[in-house]
């Protein structure tokens, strides 16, 4: 239940003021003119008026006015979307699916750990000008395994978009210092877009109770470039690396001791995570621009190991090679247009356990994968948009599956838009569910089925006041089948994944509201309740309730010039359950993990056209909360920085 002084808060905030939850690309172009790269396999981006599914958009200026240094800090503000931290790993889960049904995209490379067959978001840092594309709802039908919840994409504005350079420097709280650098531009028939990212933090205590500060160094360098030699021919190019070295804690293993099952401080351990990402793409158009061919090659090379004050205690090695061919036929003229889409994507998947002790197998095992995809859109005027897709793959570990999506979207004159989508998922065991071992802990299950998905969602929005201000509604369903799960057979209750022969379901609904006024305030609000059980009882770390609320205010001179602001997010997490490790047995205890809000005040100043100073608070009220038990996370934080722009 919201508490009372919860309560109290996010009235204040809610008066009125510049929408993120379904925000444009530009603050000038209002909602129906956005556009999305993630939700098609076709050439051209979709028009977000026209798309109909659920896509929140998180543009570069939303990201730099609530100055965002963790991705998944922000994407609290998205609907439907539930937060967990631990040291060294951050899930994401969209509308109550598992963390590992979140396809997880960095500039079109699946950057998700082969190994865990999941992404930790500590490793991704914001950097200068970015935004972030979330869809919602079952993609595999476009992406394959891994889609059942959504899809995250993070993506690096090019040379093109966002010339220029940059840099940016804070220091704050728990010996914290951030920097930043970009430097973009346009040369002849190339642009690109070098861009790197550092976080670091002293830390604070991880463990009730507990005085030992958890330290996080996170670093990120990346390359952007496109060459277009001719107007229907372009090659890009990315690279990415990224570095997370993070202190984290052991549980307690005493069965003796008060704090059995809770986290202790355990002074030497330590993780490191390492990944290095690439990607090519040629794009060729040919008759008129008509016909649209793409070929396009990616790697993803994880690495992540674990130490003790003895040395290293266990560690893991990931690789994906990922081919994909697409092409986009266009027909029709006029307002009238339709596409014909044809995909091919061949991946090969490899994993070794790099586990020192010498209990597990550290064979290297590897799986693949090939995916057709077939898609038609169609677009009526700037009124409706249809599309249908499906997809077949052929798995050499899996059974063969076949998914589907269809979605669309029609605006009435009243600017009454009305949506609808259903769509199947699949997501294919991890190695670690597969072949996962710890010594009289857990072991793996070789014999698992991948996981299946259907699910819809109907919607409506509304926009008001000459486009001013959007109002939208969303319900959606899903229903899990093959769901696994954790099993602690007797006699040694031993823990082993198995698929559950029963469903699991997530319903619920989710709002959102956006205004701008006067062009200096802007509000953005959006709410979620979830409903999502497994064998009748309610999911862990899935709240019933979410919401958020910013509200940001801009001075601007008579020209229209930005010259600062202010900016205040409130975000809510209603009580959730989770799962304690505190009998003897292992096997585990429901616990309630209780209600926050989490209040964070943003101010910037603009001194000249190429120099701003800034500062936040987080957590302004000091709330003591948990996404996971008993970790302890960050209290009250500072920072004041600067931002040079050539």
Same mark, same amino acid.
């Given at each position: ?57 998180? /543009? ?30 951050? =899930? ?5 699916? &598992? ?12 950057? @998700? ?19 972030? &594309? ?28 966002? $010339? ?22 346009? @040369? ?19 463990? !009730? ?20 030699? &001719? ?20 549980? /307690? ?29 040629? %794009? ?8 649209? #061919? ?55 998947? +490899? ?12 064979? !290297? ?11 038609? =859109?169609?677009?009526?005027?700037? !009124? ?65 089925? $991948? %996981? ?69 305030? =802007? ?15 309610? %999911?862990? +770390?899935?709240?019933? #309730? ?9 001075? +601007? =001179?008579?020209?229209?010039?930005? !010259? ?15 799962? @304690? ?66």
């Amino acid at each position: 239940m919201l508490r009372l002084s919860h309560a109290v808060m996010l009235a204040a905030c809610c008066t009125p003021a510049t929408a993120i939850a379904q925000t444009s690309l530009s603050p000038d172009v209002p909602p129906t003119g956005a556009i999305i790269v993630t939700g098609t396999r076709a050439a051209d981006p979709l028009p977000a008026g026209q798309f109909g599914g659920s896509v929140t958009l998180l /543009d570069a200026q939303t990201l730099e006015w609530r100055q965002t240094r963790s991705v998944a800090e922000i994407l609290r503000d998205v609907p439907g979307v539930a937060l967990g931290q631990v040291p060294g790993q951050t =899930q994401i889960r969209l509308r109550g699916s &598992e963390a590992n049904h979140v396809l997880v995209l960095v500039d079109g490379i699946e950057v @998700a750990d082969p190994v865990a067959g999941e992404f930790d978001f500590t490793a991704l840092i914001a950097e200068e000008a970015a935004r972030i &594309e979330v869809l919602r709802g079952p993609q595999s039908a476009i992406y394959g395994s891994d889609a059942i919840g959504g899809v995250v994409h993070y993506i690096a504005l090019s040379g093109r978009e966002a $010339p220029g350079a940059s840099a940016r420097v804070e220091a704050g709280s728990f010996g914290t210092v951030n920097a930043a650098a970009r430097v973009a531009g346009l @040369a002849g028939a190339v642009d690109y877009a070098l861009s790197g990212a550092l976080n670091t933090s002293d830390g604070t205590p991880g463990a !009730r109770g507990g005085r030992r500060d958890l330290a996080n160094d996170t670093g990120a360098l990346s390359l952007k470039t496109t060459w277009s030699p &001719e107007a229907d021919a372009r090659l890009t190019g990315v690279a990415r690396y990224s570095h997370l070295r993070a202190d984290f804690n052991d549980s /307690d293993g005493d069965f003796t001791s008060p704090t059995f099952g809770f986290q202790i401080d355990t002074p030497g351990n330590y993780l490191v995570n390492e990944a290095a990402y690439a990607l090519l793409r040629g %794009e060729i158009d040919l008759l008129a621009g008509r016909w649209s #061919h793409a070929l396009s090659g990616q790697v993803a090379d994880t690495t992540r190991d674990g130490f003790t004050t003895a040395g290293r205690s266990y560690g893991s090695k990931g690789q994906r090679l990922k081919g994909s061919y697409d092409s986009t036929l266009r027909l029709g003229s006029g307002p009238i247009r339709h596409d014909l889409v044809l995909a091919l994507d061949l991946e090969r998947e +490899r994993f070794r356990n790099t586990d020192p002790s010498g209990f597990a197998s550290t064979a !290297r095992r590897q799986s693949d994968n090939a995916g057709l995809v077939g898609q038609y =859109q169609l677009f009526l005027g700037d !009124r409706a948009g249809f599309s249908a897709a499906i997809r077949r793959d052929w798995n050499d570990r899996f059974a063969n599956s076949t998914t589907y999506r269809l979605q669309g979207s029609y605006r009435l004159p009243s600017d009454t838009r009305l949506r609808a989508a259903a769509g199947s998922g699949i997501k294919n065991p991890s190695f670690y569910e597969l072949f996962g071992f710890i010594d009289g802990r857990f072991i793996g299950n070789p014999g698992l089925r $991948p %996981e299946r998905s259907e699910g819809w969602e109907v919607g409506l929005e509304q926009r008001a006041f000459a486009g001013s201000a959007t109002l939208g509604l969303t319900w959606f369903d899903s229903t899990l089948s093959g769901e696994i799960f954790t099993a602690f057979p007797p006699p040694t209750f031993l823990a082993t994944p198995g698929n559950r022969e029963s469903r699991s379901r997530q319903h619920g609904l989710e709002a959102f509201a956006q205004a701008r006024i006067d062009g200096a305030w =802007q509000l953005d609000a959006a709410y979620t309740w979830l409903d999502s059980r497994e064998e009748g009882q309610p %999911e862990v +770390r899935r709240p019933n #309730h979410t919401g958020s609320l910013a509200l940001g205010w801009r001075a +601007r =001179q008579p020209s229209g010039e930005d !010259r600062g602001g202010l900016t205040l997010v409130a975000r809510y997490v209603g009580e959730s359950r989770d799962l @304690a490790f505190i009998d003897p047995s292992f096997v585990p205890v429901r616990v309630r993990l209780d209600d926050f809000l989490l209040v964070n005040l943003n101010a910037d100043l603009r001194l000249t056209e190429r120099l701003e100073l800034f500062g936040r608070i987080e957590n302004l009220t000091g709330e003591v909360y948990e996404t996971v038990f008993s970790f302890r996370n960050p209290g009250r934080a500072v920072t004041f920085g600067a931002r040079a722009r050539l």
